[in-house]
């Protein structure tokens, strides 16, 4: 790839410097009107939920619009590392009291475990492109949902207990626990009883961590690389980009990112099933990115918080607020692909361009 421009190096890192001191700011505002009682138990409650899909919106940018694949299984992901971090928690319980390090632990695991699986379903995803590549990212979301839902998980004194149970006859008696041992997942009923130890705090470090990662992703050389490959593949092929390595780092940190959003999200409910992650979750989030737009960051996380709270704050309109929600989803797809608009947009942008080219001349 070839030397980079140097205004265009200083415009990206100014855009996210604005972008991380946007997050910062967020945080402060809401945890002082938190302290203060200015928020209700309702509202509290919908903040490490919107941390999650935060992650998990910018994580799949990645992949849709940075990388230029439509993936539709993203929910699966975030399945895997909310009942693998779920499980890791609770087995961790008596060994590390301590519920900040035991929630590090279990989001870097439900991370490793997502990635892991991210890099098998790559293998042969990655190949494929178009609408393929979503139909069949789509199968393995659902396949993933469904082996979860098939486990029954417990832990006792001797370790980990799991039954993988296809047939449906057997139930958590069957994992035969000693005394003082404990079920974690119960089949079709997902976790139950789990310790509840997220906070808004490991949301927003979450958070933060993941515009790191995937910004300082974007701005480098494998990040320009997986650019050219969304804009021409025959011609990225053409002056030796690999595409299959480029495409499955881009893929592989995006797995992991949903993987740590969906053990923090477990973390937050002490009941969980796997249907929650199904295939409407992975459509939501790419409503999330859709709308923020394609490869925009900072799009994805005003969007994501935006439209997370809409259906919320429409609660008192009882039976019409999901018509209203689906409106105004029309109205903003209608807005941003207006073409007078986006030629005023382009207007304004140029004509700040042209303003400051002058400055700089004159100086």
């Known amino acids: 790839m070839g030397p980079v421009n140097r205004k265009t190096l200083f415009k990206d890192s100014r855009s996210d410097l604005f972008t991380y001191l946007g997050v910062i700011l967020a945080f402060i505002v809401i945890t002082m009107l938190k302290n203060r009682g200015a928020l209700n138990r309702s509202q509290s409650g919908l903040l490490v939920p919107i941390c999650c899909y935060i992650v998990m919106a910018v994580s799949l940018n990645l992949t849709v619009g940075i990388l230029g694949d439509l993936s539709l299984g993203h929910a699966g992901f975030m399945s895997v590392g909310a009942f693998t971090g779920i499980i890791t928690s609770m087995s961790l319980i008596d060994i590390i009291p301590s519920a900040p ?5 279990a ?9 892991i699986v991210g890099f098998l379903v790559g293998i042969p995803v990655l190949r494929l492109k178009g609408d ?3 139909i069949v990212t789509l199968a393995f979301g659902e396949i993933l949902k469904e082996l979860i839902t098939c486990l029954i998980v417990g832990f006792d004194s001797k ?8 047939s449906g006859s057997k139930t958590a008696n069957d994992l035969n626990l000693l ?31 993941t515009l790191v990662i995937v910004l ?16 021409n593949r025959i011609a990225a092929e053409s002056v030796g980009i690999p595409l299959t390595k480029f495409k499955m780092i881009a893929f ?16 937050n409910y002490s009941n969980l099933a796997a249907a929650k992650f199904d295939f409407n979750t992975s459509i939501l989030v790419l409503v999330f990115v859709v709308l923020g737009g394609l490869g925009n960051i900072w799009g994805s996380i005003l969007a994501t918080v935006v439209l997370y709270i809409l259906p919320e704050a429409l609660r008192g309109f009882a039976s ?4 209203i929600y689906a409106i105004v989803l029309i109205l903003v797809m209608l807005t941003t692909n207006n073409p007078v608009l986006k030629s005023l947009f382009s207007r304004w942008s140029f004509r700040g361009n042209k303003q400051e080219s002058e400055g700089g001349s004159n100086g």
């Open 179 to 209: 005394e003082g041992g404990r079920v974690i997942i119960k089949g079709a009923q997902g976790a139950t009883g789990t310790k509840t130890i997220a906070n808004f705090t490991a949301g927003f470090i979450l958070v933060m961590i």
């Open 252 to 267: 592989v940190t995006s797995t992991a990112l949903a993987g740590a959003a969906g053990a923090l999200f477990g973390l």
């Open 107 to 115: 989001i870097f695991v439900g991370a490793f475990f997502a990635s």
């Open 320 to 323: 019409y607020r999901m018509l």
């Open 216 to 231: 300082n992703l974007i701005r480098s050389r494998h990040g320009r690389a997986i650019m050219a490959i969304r804009d």
């Open 132 to 134: 393929y590549l979503a």
């Open 159 to 166: 370790g980990l207990h799991i039954i993988f149970n296809v």
């Open 101 to 105: 390090i035991r929630l590090t632990i």
